[in-house]
DNA sequence: TACGTCATGTAAGTCGTTACATGATTGG
DNA sequence: CCAATCATGTAACGACTTACATGACGTA
């Protein structure tokens, strides 16, 4: 899945310029999925323009910063349902450094590590709030699968660090007591 | 998270050869996480030797093709301690051809995005096996974590496709059959 | 005997990022 | 008025992948 693959799916959508492509696919909310930024977006937009996949319409509204508008031509359709028909999808592939950070927990200051999950607790809230906000205007049936997927992932992993975060944060002497006990505890706090 | 610095990551667990790094970053329990190939692993073992941060040891015993086993020195340790504590982790990245894909799974053939889920969800209870087996055998608290993190990710992603492959099976004649009848049937399948 | 796994390495090339350059508008 | 956002683009650079080259061992 390259770029210009990229920008023509995201084109069958709907018309569109660069900057939007862009912040749809690094911030919008199929940013759990695909990433592309403007040093390849704009040269991808030119280049399908010129094989007649997309075509651009130059906007120059006085008192608005000019725009180009891309759209998807017939084209440009059928060669992207070609292009999903011919090779079936390459394996996820998942970089993060956090986990990575997360490896060597155990040689760096306690805090830190800690800080660290907090803000990547409120990161993952935030991204599931506007995921789900997403969800609940999106009409399209595989565009409302892919987010929910998103959320669905995003969930898991939220309790996986928030029950990390209360182990770390329960003081040694409290490990042995009943489960009950702690149960109750936690209910307590929220 | 550069290759070098996952090189002396790795290696800081224990001594390796460059092929068994690239297993456990892009086969291994770590591989949820991080990937590389050997095209940037080997120059990057090398430029560590150069540089005094692992060491290498020619094992040419007879019988066997003879191995090259990095380890990592004092400074090496000095040194990923110091990369972590500088720059706090970048945000995590995924690429999902699969997500994209499902995107247009109504521009498709029905069937085609039938066999990649059911594809994409035997992968990942294996994957699911895989971790969870690692984990067992596991006493190092961090990478513990680590692995229990890619576990919880993927249960809850297994689970979402396979809810969403029994809706696709479902016939739409029985979608407004009471909610009883549709789990005893799933309990039947099984 | 042929294939899979172990094992190392290089060279060419792709792909995309970072940083820069520019400039108008909007809102606090 | 200053910062953020909208908006487009390029050039240099970097990181990594792919494909190739090589070879020995184990096993079905």
């Given at each position: 899945?390259?770029?210009?693959?990229?920008?023509?799916?995201?084109?069958?959508?709907s018309?569109?310029?660069?900057?939007d492509?862009?912040?749809?696919?690094?911030?919008?909310?199929?940013?759990?999925?695909?990433?592309?930024?403007?040093?390849?977006i704009?040269?991808?937009?030119?280049?399908?323009?010129?094989?007649?996949?997309?075509?651009?319409?130059?906007?120059?509204?006085?008192?608005?910063?000019?725009?180009?508008?891309?759209?998807?031509?017939?084209?440009?359709?059928?060669?992207?349902?070609?292009?999903?028909?011919?090779d079936?999808?390459?394996?996820?592939?998942?970089?993060?450094?956090?986990?990575?950070?997360?490896?060597?927990?155990?040689?760096?200051?306690?805090?830190?590590?800690?800080?660290?999950?907090?803000?990547?607790?409120?990161e993952?809230?935030?991204?599931?709030?506007?995921?789900?906000?997403?969800?609940?205007?999106?009409?399209?049936?595989?565009?409302?699968?892919?987010?929910?997927?998103?959320?669905?992932?995003?969930?898991?992993?939220?309790?996986?660090?928030?029950?990390?975060?209360?182990?770390?944060?329960?003081?040694?002497?409290?490990?042995?007591?009943?489960a009950?006990?702690q149960?109750?505890?936690?209910?307590?706090?929220?």
């Open positions: 899945m390259n770029v210009r693959t990229l920008c023509l799916g995201i084109l069958s959508f018309d569109m310029t660069g900057y492509i862009r912040k749809m696919a690094s911030e919008g909310h199929f940013s759990h999925f695909c990433e592309a930024s403007y040093g390849s704009y040269p991808a937009l030119s280049q399908l323009t010129g094989e007649g996949l997309v075509t651009c319409l130059h906007e120059t509204e006085p008192g608005k910063p000019p725009r180009k508008i891309y759209s998807i031509t017939s084209e440009g359709r059928a060669t992207l349902v070609q292009l999903l028909n011919n079936e999808p390459g394996p996820d592939r998942c970089k993060s450094e956090f986990l990575f950070y997360s490896l060597f927990a155990d040689q760096l200051p306690a805090s830190q590590f800690r800080a660290l999950l907090v803000k990547k607790i409120s993952i809230s935030d991204k599931i709030d506007g995921l789900r906000e997403a969800m609940a205007h999106c009409e399209h049936e595989p565009s409302h699968f892919a987010i929910g997927y998103g959320v669905a992932l995003n969930e898991a992993v939220l309790n996986y660090l928030t029950t990390h975060l209360e182990k770390l944060d329960r003081p040694a002497s409290q490990k042995d007591k009943p009950e006990n149960l109750l505890e936690l209910e307590d706090e929220q």
